[in-house]
Each structure stands twice: as C-alpha cells, then as structure tokens.
C-alpha cells in the first residue's frame, strides 16, 4: 500500500506493535479476524519497505516501488542463496522461485540462515516457511527437484520463461548460487538457449574467496566459454563429498558475497550505479578485482555462439551516433585586448621549489604542496641605485 510507505517507519512499527498487542500472529491465530490479519500483513509490509523508501527521496533510486514487479529465480539455497533469497525478501521483491534438491543438515549450522529445528526439512521449504515469515506480501515458488535431470531440467526452463508475477512471461533474472560444476553447466545451457539474463557466484572451497558474475547471452563470456579455474581439475566432484567430510565455510565469506551478488542485482532491476560484470572477493587481502570478459567465438555451446549472432546483429543495426567536436570559443571577460597573466617560473622551478610529497597509494593526490624553505628559486632583480640623489636630479631637469 502507497499510504503505508509515505507515512514512516514509525507510523508503521506502532501499527504492527497495536496488531501484535491485539494478538495477532502470521498464520493466524484464535481471536485474530481476518480483517485484523490483513491489518497486520498491510503494516508489516509497510514497516519492510519504508527506510528502503529513503533511497528514492535521496535521489539514489528514481522508483525503488518498481521492485515489487520483479520476478527473480534462486538456484541453490545454501550457504550464499539462501542469504541471497532473504536478502531479496527483505528488500520487497515481487517473486522469488526458489530451486533445490538437498535437505537442512546440522552440518549447515555454521552458516547464515536456516536453524537448528529445520534439521530434516527440505531447503526450499524450510527457505520458505522462513521467508514468509520475513515478508508476506513476497510470492514464493519453491521447487524440491534436482535441476541437471533430463525431465527437471525441462521443468526447470519452462518455470524460468513462464514464472514470472504475470503467469506465462520469464523470469527478470536468474541467480546461480549452486556449489557444483555440473548445475552451473545446467543453467548456463537453459540461459543461453532462452537469451535469458542471469548472475552466476560461488565461494572458494578454501571459504577465503569468492565471485560474481553477470552474463548476458552473446554479449558477456557464459561459463561454457571460460570456466573458472577452480573447476577447472578434472576431477569427479562425487568423490569430494564423502559422508563425514565437507569443504571448509564460512558465514562471513558466504554473507560478503550474497551481499554484492543483491547489491548488483538491486542495481541492474532498478538502473542504478554501476553493474559489475566480473567482481571478486579475496578475504585474505580484502581485496576486490573486477574485469570483464567477452564471449568466445568458438564457444562449446551452440547457443551460445547463437546468441553472439544474434548480438551482432543488433548491434549492427542500432544507429549510431555521431559524436561532433565544437571547438569551445575563448571568452576573455572584461578584456579587450586579450592580455594574459603569465608565470615567470616554469613547471620544472615550481616543482624545485616545492617541499616533499609523501608516499601515498595510487589514485590518491595531495591538494597542494608546502612551499621549499631552503630553497627559493624566485630570483629578485637587483635595480642598481643611482649615483645622485633625487634632489640633484630634479635640479638638472629644472635648468634644461
């Protein structure tokens, strides 16, 4: 509801203080009407959104409302998807599909999210039981199905170009947050047969690192086209997750990369900042590179080779604009005759006479620098006095 957003986050956190005070509780409860459900339901989603508001009336955001159309899908809720998904809930996505086989463990205690009494549950529905809770007014597909089978893989490309909030309409963007090569090969398969836009991350299976990436079908490199070299060993995944023995996690690396993988989703849904097509995380350094990689034209993927076609093509047949160069006219203000002060040192003396420049990293600069005691290279001409005296002289110009 609009009225609810413009009248503050504390408008909105004393109506659901009155509605909880009432007795109401999500999923109902004894006593509670429905109207007094709705009532709760209004506010909360309210109470979520208003401080996201903020960003529009700081001119950082033109229409952060406009999150509520988008529909996002989620394969993988682990370790960096399910953060993702609660992420994207907090923030009033419109609809999330949420895409997992595996169950809730109390091995994945360690990480964010999930607890200790959903132990058993599958992910996508403990995933959303949670999310719920979080954001009513979200709609939440969920689907319990591995996505590299042929039948779900079928399954799985007919949700992402029909599963929008409008039934038969795609999906805004896929996000990989899955832990293994052969699922990232699945979506990478289904994204580029559909032209569908998607962010592929993963973290390190030392926990220290991590990724995103945005790939955009016949315009960015797709996975298929330069892998990560993290999977690059040929070596069979299965006999990696032995029973008893599990890769090293940790929440903070897992919460760092969920961040930036919503961050640049935020960005990209509502066209705002800069969407990083290649960004990394290194923990050990905290260190951040960003790149960008280009399709390759010899690509293992036939759709993906497709997709370049195709983007050629569009790019060939955008006009383009012809950028013209006007020479700026010099306009001297209140000075007719064009005169111009010009320095009796050169750059070379200036910098001789200035004092030192500390070290500092690269792309900062001092303002300005403290001026050299010791040396000073303005030479002043010395006038040479004359003999006679002033009075002398006048007397002389008297008698001529």
Same mark, same amino acid.
């Given at each position: 509801?609009?009225?609810?957003?413009?009248?503050?986050?504390?408008?909105?956190?004393?109506?659901?203080?009155?509605?909880?005070?009432?007795?109401?509780?999500?999923?109902?409860?004894?006593?509670?009407?429905?109207?007094?459900?709705?009532?709760?339901?209004?506010?909360?989603?309210?109470?979520?959104?208003?401080?996201?508001?903020?960003?529009?009336?700081?001119?950082?955001?033109?229409?952060?409302?406009?999150?509520?159309?988008?529909?996002?899908?989620?394969?993988?809720?682990?370790?960096?998807?399910?953060?993702?998904?609660?992420?994207?809930?907090?923030?009033?996505?419109?609809?999330?599909?949420?895409?997992?086989?595996?169950?809730?463990?109390?091995?994945?205690?360690?990480?964010?999210?999930?607890?200790?009494?959903?132990?058993?549950?599958?992910?996508?529905?403990?995933?959303?039981?949670?999310?719920?809770?979080?954001?009513?007014?979200?709609?939440?597909?969920?689907?319990?199905?591995?996505?590299?089978?042929?039948?779900?893989?079928?399954?799985?490309?007919?949700?992402?170009?029909?599963?929008?909030?409008?039934?038969?309409?795609?999906?805004?963007?896929?996000?990989?947050?899955?832990?293994?090569?052969?699922?990232?090969?699945?979506?990478?398969?289904?994204?580029?047969?559909?032209?569908?836009?998607?962010?592929?991350?993963?973290?390190?299976?030392?926990?220290?690192?991590?990724?995103?990436?945005?790939?955009?079908?016949?315009?960015?490199?797709?996975?298929?086209?330069?892998?990560?070299?993290?999977?690059?060993?040929? @070596?069979? +995944?299965?006999? !990696? *997750?032995?029973?008893?023995?599990?890769?090293?996690? &940790? #929440?903070?690396?897992?919460? $760092?990369?969920?961040?930036?993988?919503?961050?640049?989703?935020?960005?990209?849904?509502?066209?705002?900042?800069?969407?990083?097509?290649?960004?990394?995380?290194?923990?050990?350094?905290?260190?951040?590179?960003?790149?960008?990689?280009?399709?390759?034209?010899?690509?293992?993927?036939?759709?993906?080779?497709?997709?370049?076609?195709?983007?050629?093509?569009?790019?060939?047949?955008?006009?383009?604009?012809?950028?013209?160069?006007?020479?700026?006219?010099?306009?001297?203000?209140?000075?007719?005759?064009?005169?111009?002060?010009?320095?009796? @040192?050169? +750059?070379?003396? !200036? *910098?001789?006479?200035?004092?030192?420049?500390?070290? &500092? #990293?690269?792309?900062?600069? $001092?303002?300005?620098?403290?001026?050299?005691?010791?040396?000073?290279?303005?030479?002043?001409?010395?006038?040479?006095?004359?003999?006679?005296?002033?009075?002398?002289?006048?007397?002389?110009?008297?008698?001529?």
């Amino acid at each position: 509801g609009g009225g609810g957003l413009r009248d503050g986050a504390g408008c909105a956190e004393e109506a659901v203080r009155a509605v909880l005070k009432a007795g109401a509780r999500w999923g109902g409860g004894e006593g509670c009407s429905q109207k007094c459900r709705e009532h709760f339901l209004y506010n909360i989603s309210s109470f979520l959104c208003s401080r996201l508001m903020a960003l529009k009336r700081m001119g950082i955001v033109k229409d952060y409302e406009k999150i509520r159309t988008f529909t996002v899908a989620v394969v993988g809720v682990g370790g960096v998807g399910s953060v993702t998904a609660e992420m994207l809930t907090r923030c009033g996505i419109g609809k999330l599909l949420l895409f997992d086989y595996d169950k809730v463990e109390l091995a994945n205690m360690n990480r964010l999210f999930f607890q200790p009494h959903q132990a058993g549950l599958s992910k996508v529905q403990a995933a959303e039981h949670t999310l719920r809770n979080i954001n009513p007014d979200v709609q939440f597909e969920v689907h319990n199905y591995n996505i590299t089978t042929l039948d779900n893989f079928e399954h799985f490309m007919d949700r992402i170009s029909n599963g929008a909030l409008e039934e038969g309409k795609p999906v805004d963007l896929v996000l990989s947050c899955v832990d293994n090569f052969e699922a990232r090969m699945a979506i990478n398969t289904a994204c580029n047969e559909l032209g569908q836009i998607w962010m592929e991350s993963g973290v390190s299976e030392n926990a220290v690192s991590g990724h995103i990436q945005l790939i955009i079908p016949g315009e960015t490199a797709c996975f298929a086209c330069a892998p990560p070299l993290v999977v690059a060993a040929n @070596i069979d +995944e299965k006999t !990696l *997750k032995r029973e008893g023995v599990c890769a090293a996690s &940790l #929440p903070t690396t897992m919460g $760092v990369v969920a961040g930036i993988l919503v961050q640049n989703v935020l960005k990209y849904l509502l066209s705002f900042g800069t969407v990083s097509y290649y960004l990394g995380y290194n923990a050990m350094q905290d260190f951040f590179p960003t790149m960008s990689m280009k399709p390759n034209p010899q690509c293992s993927d036939q759709n993906c080779r497709k997709q370049q076609e195709n983007y050629k093509k569009k790019e060939a047949a955008r006009p383009k604009q012809e950028v013209v160069e006007q020479e700026e006219e010099i306009v001297h203000e209140d000075n007719d005759w064009g005169i111009e002060l010009v320095s009796e @040192i050169s +750059e070379d003396e !200036l *910098k001789a006479a200035s004092g030192p420049v500390p070290e &500092l #990293p690269e792309g900062i600069t $001092v303002a300005y620098t403290i001026p050299n005691k010791e040396e000073n290279l303005l030479t002043e001409e010395m006038v040479a006095e004359p003999e006679e005296s002033l009075e002398e002289l006048m007397a002389k110009m008297r008698n001529m």
